[in-house]
T-cell receptor, first 115, second 113 residues
């Protein structure tokens, strides 16, 4: 069945370092890849997304890359700050019969940024 | 503009009891979803409604039922709660099913004892 694998499950970095989180998906028909950030006790919120016709997208300190051939996509956070500490989820949208798309989430990465 | 609103925020149930989680969105979105979040397992889709009048099963539908009452409201019902249903439940909505930003409610922390 459909699957999104996310690594690592936990990541600890020093403030100012970069952080990279990687995801792989199983369905080659997936065409939408969002990333969500969830702070402790709060709801997940979209931070960046990419569609299958684009290889890379940047928004200030965050960027996402997509390799459709390898079915990999990654989140890159540069110049990390303590407020980047959160759980990050990747997701992939795949199509089902009837024309519906469903988001399938990875298990999450707990990022800790230490001052 | 409240976004996605869930009620209640917290609930404790005894095994075998039933309850309904309510969700409403005021963004005129077509699609609505129910997820559960368990430690180390991410967000798993329980049921979704691609548009008003339709509902379909997600990854983990057993033990749950849903109703898309109208375009705004999507409820999740536990007919006979089990301890395995202890989780945090999130409702979400999006303009279109699955390939546009999903906006989440604040979550319901459910404990079944």
């Amino acid at each position: 069945g459909e699957n999104v694998e996310q690594h690592p499950s936990t990541l600890s970095v020093q403030e100012g370092d970069s952080a990279v989180i990687k995801c792989t998906y199983s369905d080659s028909a997936s065409n939408y890849f969002p990333w969500y950030k969830q702070e402790l006790g709060k709801r997940p919120q979209l931070i960046i997304d990419i569609r299958s016709n684009v290889g890379e997208k940047k928004d200030q300190r965050i960027a996402v890359t997509l390799n459709k051939t390898a079915k990999h996509f990654s989140l890159h956070i540069t110049e990390t700050q303590p407020e980047d500490s959160a759980v990050y989820f990747c997701a992939a949208s795949r199509s089902f019969s009837g024309g519906y798309n469903k988001l399938i989430f990875g298990a999450g990465t707990r990022l800790a940024v230490h001052p | 503009n409240a976004g996605v609103t869930q009620t209640p925020k917290f609930q404790v149930l005894k095994t075998g009891q039933s309850m309904t989680l309510q969700c409403a969105q005021d963004m005129n979105h077509n699609s609505m979803y129910w997820y559960r979040q368990d430690p180390g397992m991410g967000l798993r889709l329980i049921y979704y409604s691609a548009s008003e009048g339709t509902t379909d099963k997600g990854e983990v539908p057993n033990g749950y039922n849903v109703s898309r009452l109208n375009k705004r409201e999507f409820s999740l019902r536990l007919e006979s709660a089990a301890p395995s249903q202890t989780s945090v439940y999130f409702c979400a909505s999006s303009v279109f099913p699955g390939n546009t930003e999903a906006f989440f409610g604040q979550g319901t922390r459910l404990t079944v004892v």
